[in-house]
């Protein structure tokens, strides 16, 4: 794996982190997820820069939820953070 796309890796891992604990009380279960991640990813990291270039929300959660439905469908094996990393930088550039 490249360091660009490692790098990417380990900053949505560090978000789920986050977004763990800002939902603690319902042990992570949010239904909007995706939402908050692209929120999230957004305005509090250096997502865009990571990517190359302004990303709007909207298609940003569109991805997001795209990945976790093909993530689900998948045979387990790669870690979700590396994969979404990958792909996000693909659809991205």
């Known amino acids: 794996m490249d360091s660009k796309t490692q790098a990417l890796s380990d900053l949505l891992h560090e978000v789920a982190e986050t977004h763990h604990l800002v939902w603690k009380i319902t042990d992570g279960e949010d239904p909007d997820w995706a ?22 929300r909207s298609e940003l959660v569109y991805m997001l939820v795209k990945l976790d439905k093909e993530q689900s469908a998948a045979p387990p094996g790669e870690k979700w953070e590396d994969r979404y990393a990958r792909e996000l930088l693909a659809h991205f550039r």
């Open 35 to 56: 939402s908050w991640y692209a929120d999230h990813l957004l305005r509090m990291t250096h997502f865009p820069e990571m990517v190359g270039k302004p990303v709007v």
